[in-house]
């Protein structure tokens, strides 16, 4: 799901983006970082709290990903419209920094600021409007209030807690009719041909991972709440928009057989990646979830011809 929204009230003074981390234009070195926690072979952040891993093999699959949310725009890189003279942009959960790099690319003149609680930005060919600091998102961001001309939120589900906190913060930061996008994969699986009308597929195994998820305070799959969350922070002219994602090998269309190719190469990795420290903290094991897994995905393929999930 994508959300735009125009802020149409007045706010305070602009003012430009800080670097509360200081790291330069880059986001330093890992030397100094506290240790991780490790579950299912990946490595987690070591506040226990963020239930998506930083190891390599997840950052690969950010760098698909990204790719994947390319496709679904026909290659841009916001489905919102953006001036191209925008000045200040704020991205929240930057992952390896693809986004605020490409997005400089594209308007030089902005002032990007990247926020990740992990340092696994790139640190090299960074230019010189772009920054990463180093921050759980859900503390105070370091930038000044009616600042933000942009801000963009992607694949943050598993590491937020309070979504309604967030967009406040988010509505404070960003300039009068600033803009908001935010997008996340949903954690559900349907039917193309609808033989099972509008139920998901395999809703056993989703929901045993959305009830663990809300046990440990996390939901995974925020979006439905979105509209209602961003017009109690304040949000005017929400718009919604859906993209599918095809699973597996039916996809006629070129742009949809795009996807499904980024999807297959990447639906195992998404599934243990985002499962390994939940399912940790709730006692399963890697043996026993990875009887689970194969499971998972042959009854996906059994129950139907043209699996997909959403954006
Ligand atoms: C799935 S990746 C998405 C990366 C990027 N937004 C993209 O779409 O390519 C999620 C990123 O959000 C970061 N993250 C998750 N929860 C966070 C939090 N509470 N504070 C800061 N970063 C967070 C993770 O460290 C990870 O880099």
């Known amino acids: 799901m994508y959300t735009h929204v125009p802020k149409c009230t007045p706010s305070q003074k602009p003012s430009a983006p800080t670097d509360r981390d200081n790291s330069g234009s880059g986001a330093g070195s890992m030397a100094d970082e506290p ?8 490595k987690y952040h070591h506040s ?26 026909n290659g841009a890189l916001t489905a919102t419209r953006i001036p191209l003279n925008v ?26 600021l990247g926020i ?29 209030a009616g600042s933000i ?4 939120i992607r694949g943050l589900a598993g590491g937020v807690t309070d979504w309604p906190s967030l967009f406040k913060q988010a509505y404070e ?4 009719g600033g803009l908001l996008e935010w997008s996340e994969q949903a954690i559900q699986i349907f039917d193309f041909d609808g033989k099972f009308g509008d139920a998901e597929l395999c809703p056993e195994f989703l929901k045993l991972w959305r009830d663990l998820g809300k046990e440990n305070n996390i939901d995974f799959t925020p979006s439905p709440n979105g509209p209602v969350w961003l017009v109690e922070a304040g949000f005017e002219n929400i718009a919604q928009r859906t ?11 070129e742009s949809l057989r795009n996807r499904q190719t980024l999807m297959n190469s990447i639906s195992n990795e998404h599934f243990e990646n985002h499962c390994g420290l939940l399912f940790t903290n709730c006692g399963w094991t890697k ?3 990875d009887e689970v897994a194969p499971t998972f995905f042959s009854d996906i393929r059994a129950e139907s011809q043209k699996p997909y999930t959403m954006l």
């Open 48 to 73: 226990g709290r963020i239930f998506v891993p930083f190891d390599e093999k997840e950052q690969q699959r950010m760098e698909v990903q990204h790719k994947l949310y390319r496709q679904c725009l």
């Open 243 to 253: 993209e599918i994602l095809p699973l597996g090998n039916w996809a006629q269309d």
């Open 287 to 289: 043996e026993k979830f």
């Open 173 to 176: 930061k960003l300039k009068p």
């Open 116 to 144: 990740d609680i992990s340092r696994i930005q790139k640190t090299t060919a960074v230019p010189p409007n772009v920054k990463f600091a180093i921050d759980n998102v859900e503390n105070p961001w370091p930038i000044s």
């Open 35 to 42: 240790p991780y926690i490790e579950a299912f072979g990946h």
């Open 87 to 112: 000045k200040n942009i704020l991205d929240l959960g930057s992952g390896t920094g693809l986004w605020p790099l490409e997005m400089a690319a594209r308007y030089p003149q902005a002032n990007i």
């Open 149 to 152: 001309d942009f801000l963009h």
